[in-house]
C-alpha cells in the first residue's frame, strides 16, 4: 500500500513539473477587423463580465467578477491590428468583520495561467471564443 501512494505521490509531481509553459495570454487573430472592438466587448459581455468604460478604443478592461462568491476575476483584452490579446487576473475573496464579501485589493491579484483544469483560464477561453478566430498561446512580454 505504502508503494502505490509512493508512485501516485511520485507520478504526481513528474506530470508538474511536465507542464512545459506557464501561458498568461490568449492571442486571438481575426480575418475581419470590422468592429473587432465591439466584439470583443460583447464577447466579455456575453461572459457575464461587466465592462470598464474607460474609453480607450484599443483596450477593453472589466470590473472584478464575482465566481461562486470565492474568487474574483478581472480581464483584459487589448486589440492590435487583426489581434486581440487576452489576459487576466485572480483574487481570493475577502470578508469583512461583518460578515459580507469584499473586492481584495489590487495587490492580492495573481496572473491567471494555463494549468489543465483550471477553470479561470477555460473562462477566458470562453471569451476569446465568442470573439472568433484563431486562438495561440504565448507568454507575458
Known sequence: MKRIILAILFMQSIVCFAQKSLD?????????????????????????????????????????????????????????????????YLADSQVNTLGYTINPSKKDYEKIFYYKTDKYWKKLISVASKIGGTLTYGKEK
Open 24 to 88: 498568461t495570454r490568449i492571442i486571438v487573430t481575426v480575418v475581419d477587423t470590422v468592429g473587432l472592438y465591439e466584439k470583443a466587448r460583447l464577447a466579455f459581455v456575453n461572459d457575464d463580465f461587466i465592462i470598464k468604460d474607460d474609453r480607450k478604443i484599443d483596450t477593453v478592461s472589466t470590473y472584478p467578477l464575482n465566481i461562486k462568491s470565492t474568487t474574483f476575476v478581472t480581464a483584459f483584452a487589448a486589440i492590435k491590428g487583426n489581434q486581440v490579446t487576452l489576459w487576466g
